[in-house]
């Protein structure tokens, strides 16, 4: 009796359940197979039926109307060396030689346009060298004539000795680096005592005359400074004449 009711259980859920809906998927490839076979009908007939235009023909473009040809007298054909006489004549038979090409090697056996030849080998170049080619320089030089050319180039060289470096003088002026680093004061800060009669112009017009600062403070020692200053290069009293500085010798000697 429990079995009976169980399998009338299932068999009312099994026709109550919904049923799946078909999704269409034959009819749409068959819909897809028709498009493409009506695609691949229309290709065919435009195949079919393409030509390609025909060439224009020479002939059937309109020539221009060139006239009639002008007429030109032998007589005036010979005179300019065209045509009959002796110098026409010469002429002809000359443009009728064939042309001396015995100079040429691509002439005289012609080369084949094709990517299997190799290029042509031009002999006699006297723009090229060929010291590269060990086969040439085999060809040409031996060991005995190259012993001779080395013996040559020995022979002809010249030994250069030497010779004693100039002796610097002893005396060549104040040494501005050692006054530098031996300086009691920096640049601007007054330590000797100047006239008060040293003018500004003074000091630009004498400072003028020298290539640089240095050969101005080396002229300015040679004339007993920095306690003198006859030309009035240092006016401020700080022992450095026309703006000389010293701190790049400091600056290289390690100091500050």
Do not use: H
């Amino acid at each position: 009796m429990i079995r009976s009711v169980v399998l009338l259980s299932l068999l009312t859920a099994a026709a109550c359940a919904p049923k799946v809906p078909d999704s269409g998927r034959p009819a749409a490839i068959a819909a897809a197979q028709r498009e493409q076979a009506a695609r691949d009908a229309e290709r065919a007939s435009q195949t079919a039926t393409f030509a390609p235009p025909a060439p224009v023909q020479a002939a059937s473009l309109p020539q221009p109307d060139a006239g009639p040809a002008p007429v030109v007298a032998t007589s005036e054909l010979a005179a300019l060396g065209i045509g009959g006489g002796p110098v026409g004549l010469a002429q002809d038979q000359a443009m009728q030689q064939p042309l001396d090409t015995s100079g040429d090697i691509l002439r005289v056996q012609g080369v084949e346009a094709s990517p299997a030849n190799a290029a042509p080998i031009i002999p006699n170049n006297p723009g090229l060298s060929d010291e590269q080619s060990f086969e040439a320089v085999s060809n040409r030089e031996s060991i005995e004539s190259d012993a001779e050319r080395r013996a040559r180039q020995a022979a002809a060289r010249q030994i250069v000795m030497p010779s004693a470096l100039p002796e610097r003088p002893s005396d060549t002026g104040p040494n501005i680096v050692q006054y530098a680093l031996n300086a009691p004061n920096k640049m601007g800060q007054e330590w000797y005592s100047r006239s008060i009669f040293a003018g500004k112009g003074k000091f630009e017009r004498n400072c003028a005359a020298y290539n640089s600062p240095d050969a101005a403070q080396r002229d300015f020692l040679a004339r007993g400074g920095p306690e003198k200053d006859p030309r009035g290069l240092d006016p401020d009293g700080d022992g450095f004449a026309c703006g000389w500085d010293p701190a790049p010798f400091l600056l290289a000697a390690g100091g500050n």
